[in-house]
């Protein structure tokens, strides 16, 4: 297949080699401000908004609709995202109390408490599957739903994304109607980055048409259908991203460990005989994870990363020549690194590409590549469950995102986490994970800086030993206690129901 | 594609419009007695095995072993299967002690005995991702590994399997060395279910070339590097495959509220218009709902079933006209189920194909064509997280199996399940799941006898209350108030992790 049978068999929404044409705004628009632009969201509509990993989000209808519900518009939005957006969504109309639900994934403090106190309805989703999930109305009633995008370029029936690609297209396509926000603070070069190609829908769905991480097969544009189209509001305003803090000793310690363990892997398995695919879960132990990689001897292998977000981490790796290529549905940097980004956004551009998010987070392009996923948590058990959501078991703390989505398809799933939290009141390896998002059946090895628990191959019983070994010794003795505690009873995988949950937290 | 086009790209084995020459031996065999083939299984090696639903099978080999073992032979065997295999194995090997370690699921009650108490050590992993579990040396060390494959013909590189396929062909490229046992007792017809496809492995893996569950791109034959090829044993012998007990009256009125439910959603969603696709997980649960669903008014839409196993139910459904096709792994029949198969092969194959175990329970097929998943459970939790495997947290009853390869990608996932178990003594509906297996991410419905809990969209808050209505009215009262209780800590998904286990059989 050539690059164009590709792009055509991928039904892609423009020709891959047809640059987005200058100017911002195409073609006869119904062009309006943010408050004439709120109006066309219906007050208990479903309201799908671009955005992932804190970039990308519509800024001023958002913002409008917040002033309006201040102003005595009563609101009862279903806000649906791709992944994380900024406080103009999940700040400001939460505490406009115009938010009633709120999908799949969000990180910020005042919708957090909303979820926590019962005030929005949340349900947690896989961010693969988000697309079909709003598509096929199993998730919210799109009668009445509207998308509102943010934008580099608009025209009468497509639009191209700023730093995030997320799930506009499958928004766009299930939506009632469209908003676009163009953005004159997002540059339009960003377009050089976008790869969105399509694969339709089941029951006839075809393959993802791509063979290789860095293959592009589409275009910079999304397609919509022009009789939807409500309204194109001219806006300015930077995405608020995520920033994050220096990698610490434990951060170092646990990369080194990842390091060591890579390199054994490179050379033990012909699955990685020419290059090494990675991905790394969202945050700041990812992001020094990715960093630290670079020091990995791994041959004369090549690195490649195939995960949803770029963080600063990988620039720093592509700017020392370590990182062949990087694949992400969201460039979710911080503020200097979109600056490093956006000032050199053509050079970079030739070796990152962002993909829908059903593309970059797809089970059978993390399988078909041979992805070796990287993700933290919030606790893993003695057996190899894990929790990512849920402190205490009950109070969310953002959502799985798509951690799923590469532990549970990776032919190799590693879980990296500190041993400790809270400032070291709490051990992160407990008996019993208090809520379970990964299960022992998708994960692999888990590091802490402590050391490595290969779990591959391991009866529970075994695990347990090997992971007791990688918590912090201050602990080591109490789990040893309870696992003599469980194993008085017996099975396949021993508990002590009495006593699993005594240290987690009840505050 | 043509059909030749998909098979050349599938890397098929064998023409697909070859069939296999008559005759079980074909060309220069080292055939010899199950003793003797025996004596090339090292003694602590990892024996790769087919068989999956019980059926498929070898039964010479593991019988010599085990005899051999009686008469003091020191074995330390690492068994895998693709799916659950026979006495001659799960008991005859078990009892001579000769089992160490086994994967990833089996359904014998010596076994799982001996897994419950320690002696065998067995990790639970996903049918679709074992192939690459095995090939990638992480689950076993494939250095001295055995294949021991039944067959129904045999040449000096290619077998055609038996009653299943499983991971049969993964296990020959895996292992270092290939048995092969040749069943007279199994038709030579059953060549013509096989479809073997190939698609590589990672990280250039190709999509998976069907494009239709019905579709046929491969042959019946495995091909393997006629170099490890150590014996062939002529053998003889049926399968002792599931025994279904017969619809109970629970049975029943849980088939009654799927079948409505399903009549909704086909008019609901556009994912139905022109026919649905089903799988069921396995058991007599799975064939009551496979045989009841034949009741169901679907317009003009055909009922398409795209599972693992291939169980009664749906000879019923297949005789009565009331199911296009069927593709599965397994032909995971009753005795009667295969009697009925085997005497009328040839028409049976006009709409039932079987698949490598990889292929019948690929993730991407399941997303791509949109099959409707349906699972039985050991207990669900009142946030929709599900317990497939271990009684009370701890006692393993078979393993995941697929169940999780189609409640994790199928775009509408339903657990159904008799609401009390033990005659009546616990509650399946539980406050918190004593093992996950499944989390509230995948699950969109939970069915009992008392109708359909529809968890898409819902706050695990909304969920509870649902899936209280769906519980035994024995229990209900106790489940609202432990809801109460909960709800008094807040959080997103409510917990009292003090008294969350009270009902858990501690047994």
Chains 1, 2 share one sequence.
Request: charge should be negative; proline fraction near 5%.
């Amino acid at each position: 297949m050539t690059r164009d049978d590709r792009a055509a068999a991928a039904g892609a929404d423009s020709d891959p080699h047809e640059r987005v044409p200058d100017g911002r705004l195409h073609g006869d628009l119904p062009v309006t401000d943010a408050a004439a632009a709120a109006e066309h969201v219906p007050d208990d509509a479903a309201m799908l908004v671009s955005g992932f990993g804190s970039v990308g989000y519509p800024k001023a209808v958002p913002r409008a609709l917040a002033d309006a519900a201040h102003a005595g518009r009563d609101l009862s939005l279903s806000v649906v995202s791709g992944g994380s957006v900024g406080g103009d969504i999940d700040e400001a109309l939460v505490e406009a109390d115009a938010v009633a639900r709120r999908y799949p994934f969000q990180a910020r403090e005042a919708v957090n408490a909303a979820i926590n106190d019962g005030r929005v309805a949340f349900a947690d989703r896989h961010i693969s599957s988000l697309g079909d999930d709003v598509r096929f109305g199993g998730l919210v009633d799109t009668d009445d739903s509207v998308a509102v995008i943010e934008a580099v370029a608009v025209g009468p029936d497509w639009l191209v994304p700023s730093t995030s690609i997320g799930l506009t297209h499958a928004f766009v396509e299930a939506a009632d109607a469209v908003i676009v926000e163009v953005n004159a603070d997002q540059p339009l070069a960003l377009s050089a980055f976008h790869d969105v190609c399509r694969s339709g829908t089941p029951p006839e769905r075809d393959p993802v048409p791509l063979s290789a991480p860095d293959e592009r097969v589409g275009g910079p544009r999304i397609g919509f259908d022009a009789g939807k189209l409500r309204a194109v509001v001219e806006t300015t305003g930077r995405d608020a991203p995520y920033e994050f803090r220096d990698p610490t000793d434990v951060d170092l310690r646990i990369a080194d460990h990842l390091g060591d363990f890579l390199e054994r892997e490179v050379r033990r398995s012909r699955l990685f005989e020419e290059s090494l695919r990675v991905q790394f879960g969202v945050g700041s132990l990812g992001n020094a994870l990715m960093g630290a990689l670079g020091d990995a001897d791994l041959g004369d292998r090549d690195l490649i990363y195939y995960g949803e977000v770029l963080q600063d981490g990988l620039l720093d790796l592509l700017d020392a020549g370590a990182l062949r290529s990087a694949s992400a549905t969201s460039l979710a940097l911080s503020t200097e690194g979109q600056r490093r980004l956006f000032e050199d956004a053509e050079r970079y551009a030739e070796s990152v590409v962002l993909r829908p998010g059903d593309v970059s987070n797809a089970p059978a392009l993390v399988d078909r590549f041979g992805v070796v996923a990287v993700n933290s948590a919030v606790e893993v058990d003695l057996y190899g469950h894990v929790n990512s959501t849920c402190l205490g078991g009950s109070r969310m703390v953002g959502g799985v995102g798509g951690s799923g989505d590469f532990t549970r398809n990776a032919p190799l799933s590693v879980v990296a986490l500190g041993s400790t939290a809270a400032g070291g009141d709490v051990s992160t390896v407990v008996p019993k994970a208090s809520h379970v998002d990964h299960t022992e059946h998708d994960v692999d090895a888990v590091i802490t800086e402590y050391g490595v628990a290969d779990l591959r191959g391991t009866s529970p019983r075994e695990r347990a030993r090997r992971l007791v070994d990688c918590a912090h010794p201050d602990y080591r003795g109490d789990l040893r206690a309870y696992l003599d505690r469980a194993g008085e009873g017996g099975g396949h995988e021993p508990v002590d129901l009495d006593t699993a949950f005594d240290w987690t937290d009840r505050a």
